[in-house]
């Protein structure tokens, strides 16, 4: 049996490894990322060495609007998520902490905090409704 692993920000670094890692296994895989350019070179990298079934949803996890009606529009037979990695974020806001931009800090958590939130709860529909399912931060 195959799994469904879902990956926020999977176009690069842990996301992407964890992406390969999955695709390796044999699992089948929901991608999410801001850039589309770059989804689409993972999904055929991962497709072609891995023979598994990629799906990609080009979302900015700050977005709410966005993260729900990309998981709400979901074909069915994807709904089944098995195990979500919420991987995205970013690192903003290291100057000295009288020196940092306090916009830096606020898209920081947005993306870090937030997006985690946004993506977990519209997901967690799902598990429940299977009653199963594993959520990774």
């Known amino acids: 049996m195959n799994r469904i692993i879902l990956i926020t920000g999977a176009t690069s670094g842990i996301g992407q490894a964890c992406a390969e890692k999955f695709a390796a296994s044999g699992d089948h895989l929901i991608l999410t990322g801001r ?8 999904k055929q990298q991962l497709e ?3 023979q598994t079934r ?5 979302f900015d996890v700050q977005d709410r609007k966005a993260v729900f009606e990309a998981i709400g529009q979901l074909p069915e037979p994807w709904q089944a ?3 979500l990695i919420n ?5 903003l806001g290291r100057d000295y902490f009288d020196e940092a ?7 920081m958590l947005q993306t870090n905090v937030n997006g985690i939130l946004y993506t977990t709860r519209a997901v967690l529909p799902l598990m429940i409704a299977r009653q199963q ?3 990774i931060n």
């Open 54 to 58: 990629v799906h990609i949803l080009c």
């Open 35 to 42: 850039r589309a350019d770059r989804l689409n070179t993972v």
């Open 101 to 107: 931009s306090i916009d830096d800090w606020d898209t």
């Open 81 to 83: 998520i098995d195990i």
């Open 48 to 50: 072609t060495s891995y």
């Open 133 to 135: 399912g594993h959520v």
């Open 87 to 91: 991987n995205a974020g970013l690192a």
